[in-house]
C-alpha cells in the first residue's frame, strides 16, 4: 500500500494568480510548478499517522478557522533550485503554527525543520536547476496578494511531485 502524501495550501485570489501563471507560462510554457497553482504551503508535506483517516484530517481543514489574508510585504528571493516570493506575514505564520498544533500526533510531518520556527512563507514560482532564466525584481507588477481559498491536497512524493490531487477546498471569508 502508498503511503500518501498532503499539504494544505492557501490559494491566491485570481486576479493575481493569473499574472503568476502567466508569468510561468512565458517562461517554462506551464501556469503549473509541482502540478499546481500559484500558492503558498500552510502546512508543508506530511503523511498520516497509521490508523488515522483521511477524513479527520479533511474535518479539520474544513473547521479551521481563517479569513481571507492579504499579504503586502514580499519580494523576490533565489534558493538553489527554485525561484520564489518570500512572503512576510504574522497572520501566516500564527496561522500556521494554529494548523499545526491542530493536526498534533494525527500526522508525520516530512521535514519537520521547516516547521514553526523554521517555516518560511514563499511562493514558488519556478522550478530552475539548470539557472536558465534570469527573473528580476520587476516581474512582480502587484503590490498585494490575497490569499482567498483554503485546500487540502493529496501530493506526489518529494523526488516525483508527479501529481496533485485536491482533497477539500472551500473559499474563506472577510475577517
Given at each position: ?21 502567466r508569468l510561468r507560462i512565458d517562461l ?16 508543508r508535506r506530511f503523511i498520516l499517522k ?126
Amino acid at each position: 500500500m502508498e503511503i500518501k502524501n498532503y499539504t494544505v495550501l492557501l490559494m491566491l485570489e485570481k486576479s493575481i494568480s493569473k499574472k503568476i501563471e502567466r508569468l510561468r507560462i512565458d517562461l517554462i510554457g506551464s501556469p503549473l510548478v509541482d502540478n499546481l497553482l500559484p500558492h503558498v504551503s500552510l502546512k508543508r508535506r506530511f503523511i498520516l499517522k497509521p490508523g488515522i483517516a483521511e477524513k479527520e484530517i479533511v474535518k479539520i481543514v474544513k473547521n479551521f478557522s481563517l479569513p481571507i489574508i492579504t499579504a503586502t510585504n514580499f519580494y523576490l528571493d533565489y534558493w538553489p533550485e527554485v525561484t520564489i516570493v518570500k512572503i512576510e506575514n504574522d497572520n501566516i505564520i500564527n496561522k500556521h503554527k494554529e494548523l499545526v498544533h491542530l493536526l498534533g500526533d494525527r500526522i508525520v510531518t516530512i521535514s519537520p525543520e521547516y516547521e514553526n520556527d523554521g517555516f518560511k512563507i514563499h511562493l514558488t514560482l519556478l522550478r530552475d536547476p539548470e539557472h536558465k532564466f534570469t527573473i528580476t525584481q520587476d516581474v512582480i507588477s502587484f503590490d498585494k496578494m490575497s490569499f482567498d481559498t483554503i485546500s487540502l491536497f493529496e501530493i506526489g512524493e518529494p523526488q516525483k511531485r508527479n501529481h496533485a490531487i485536491k482533497i477539500y477546498s472551500r473559499k474563506l471569508k472577510e475577517a
